[in-house]
Nanobody, 128 residues
Framework: QVQLVESGGGLVQAGGSLRLSCTAS????????MGWFRQTPGKEREFVAG????????KYGDSVKDRFTINRDNLKNMVYLQMNSLKPEDTAVYYC?????????????????????WGQGTQVTVSS
């Protein structure tokens, strides 16, 4: 198992930036594909970004492409989400997820159902 804790959320004005962090503990971090998702009340959890176990391969949701960047530090057991040019519609609770795959491929998991482990979430609010 892996335990995940997100941090870095907060209130920011439109056009601003935030950097979210996710700290993982437990089993070998490099066994997991990592992802960021977000959710607003009454809506399904939405894929934001994902990264392969090596950090080489990434994938982004259409609404955040060219504004958000995901990366990971396998020595520190951390994954990050750099969010730039934030918009009010980016307001949501952001969740870090882990998909156990092992070190077998550069697969990036874009679907909620693929993730067995989640953090508690961190609120991001973007004011207009």
């Amino acid at each position: 198992q892996v335990q995940l804790v997100e941090s870095g959320g907060g209130l920011v004005q439109a056009g601003g930036s935030l950097r979210l962090s996710c700290t993982a503990s437990g089993r070998a971090f490099t066994s997991y594909v990592m992802g960021w998702f977000r959710q607003t009340p009454g809506k399904e959890r939405e894929f934001v970004a994902g990264i392969s176990w090596t950090g080489i391969s990434t994938k982004y949701g259409d609404s955040v492409k060219d504004r958000f960047t995901i990366n990971r530090d396998n020595l520190k057991n951390m994954v990050y989400l750099q969010m730039n040019s934030l918009k009010p519609e980016d307001t949501a609770v952001y969740y870090c997820g882990a998909h156990e795959l092992g070190q077998v491929s550069e697969y990036v998991a874009p679907y909620v159902y693929e993730y067995a482990y989640w953090g508690q979430g961190t609120q991001v609010t973007v004011s207009s």
